[in-house]
T-cell receptor, first 121, second 114 residues
Framework: EPEVTQTPSHQVTQMGQEVILRCVPI?????FYWYRQILGQKVEFLVSFYNNEISEKSEIFDDQFSVERPDGSNFTLKIRSTKLEDSAMYFC???????????????????FGPGTRLTVL | GNSVTQMEGPVTLSEEAFLTINCTYT??????LFWYVQYPGEGLQLLLK?????DKGSNKGFEATYRKETTSFHLEKGSVQVSDSAVYFC?????????????FGKGITLSVRP
């Protein structure tokens, strides 16, 4: 069964360093997402990505964050200069293309990866 | 804005016990509602969903009914198994298209004892 994969499973970095979190979405999916969960808090939406551009982003997704689909298979989240408060579990997700005609109530299931735990020291 | 509130956890039950996990929401617009489950070492998986009021989502013995009047989507199972031990997330999506962000609750850890 196809699945979303994420690497690494755990990343430890020093404050101020750049990190790149990697995701391989399901191969025929076209919509991609990043979410994060700070320990003990809610899973929060960061960004959605379609057709090589950002579709939507949250207030959390500031200039320190960027996303890229560099080679048609990987989907990456980069944090340019990590802060202590960036420590969290980061989840990647992907979903199939929308339904033809764009039903306003349709929902295409988002398939999630196992997450990368980022620890900023 | 949109938000989801789940009951505080963790929850520990004996096998075959009845399970209820509460979830309430606030939303601008007409949300679709979901329960996601995360088994140890795995990603979040969609457990069930409901897209309109009074719809009942069901899967693997779990059920949840979309209650618009109480803005709730409580998860229930009549007889839990050890294999149900996982983290459960309630979520909503308000969308004008077929792909949009999910708004999650904090999640609750369920442990089922043999």
């Amino acid at each position: 069964e196809p699945e979303v994969t994420q690497t690494p499973s755990h990343q430890v970095t020093q404050m101020g360093q750049e990190v790149i979190l990697r995701c391989v979405p399901i191969s025929n999916h076209l919509y991609f997402y990043w979410y994060r969960q700070i320990l003990g808090q809610k899973v929060e939406f960061l960004v959605s990505f379609y057709n090589n551009e950002i579709s939507e982003k949250s207030e959390i997704f500031d200039d320190q964050f960027s996303v890229e689909r560099p080679d048609g298979s990987n989907f990456t989240l980069k944090i340019r200069s990590t802060k202590l408060e960036d420590s969290a579990m980061y989840f990647c997700a992907s979903s199939e293309p929308g339904l033809a005609g764009g039903s306003t109530r349709a929902y295409n299931e988002q398939f999630f990866g196992p997450g990368t735990r980022l620890t900023v020291l | 804005g949109n938000s989801v509130t789940q009951m505080e956890g963790p929850v520990t039950l004996s096998e075959e016990a009845f399970l209820t996990i509460n979830c309430t929401y606030t939303a601008t617009g007409y949300p679709s509602l979901f329960w996601y489950v995360q088994y140890p070492g795995e990603g979040l998986q969609l457990l069930l969903k409901a897209t309109k009021a009074d719809d009942k989502g069901s899967n693997k013995g779990f059920e949840a009914t979309y209650r618009k009047e109480t803005t709730s989507f409580h998860l229930e199972k009549g007889s839990v198994q050890v294999s149900d031990s996982a983290v459960y997330f309630c979520a909503l999506s308000v969308s004008t298209g077929a792909n949009s962000k999910l708004t999650f609750g904090k999640g609750i850890t369920l442990s089922v004892r043999p």
